[in-house]
Nanobody
Framework: QVQLVESGGGLVQPGGSLRLSCSAS????????MAWYRQALGKRELVARI??????NYADSVKGRFTISRDNAKNTVYLQMSSLKPEDTAVYYC????????????WGQGTQVTVSS
């Protein structure tokens, strides 16, 4: 079955950095677009996505601060987050997309990111 394991979250001060990782199994990872979402106050937001050919796309709120990348040999997608703001506080999830625009029904447990002084 599909398993997604997110890690790397934590408590960080404003302006700090974190690197999130998501290890995937049960999918042909190299063929999937992968995405990072975040959820806060019941609202889920697409943060970043990366295609099999390494095209990337970011939410306006994180452009220039976050970088998504992938390692197909490790079946892992990363989210490097810099210049973090309190409004980045959320639970972050990865998702293997059905296509560029459509998330799948597969979700991991998420990893909490808290930005606070």
């Amino acid at each position: 079955q599909v398993q997604l394991v997110e890690s790397g979250g934590g408590l960080v001060q404003p302006g700090g950095s974190l690197r999130l990782s998501c290890s995937a199994s049960g999918i042909i990872f190299r063929l999937n677009a992968m995405a990072w979402y975040r959820q806060a106050l019941g609202k889920r937001e697409l943060v970043a996505r990366i295609s099999p050919s390494v095209d990337t796309n970011y939410a306006d709120s994180v452009k220039g601060r976050f970088t998504i990348s992938r390692d197909n040999a490790k079946n892992t997608v990363y989210l490097q987050m810099s210049s973090l703001k309190p409004e980045d506080t959320a639970v972050y999830y990865c998702n293997p997309h059905r296509d560029w625009d459509t998330p799948s029904d597969f979700w991991g447990q998420g990893t909490q990111v808290t930005v606070s002084s």
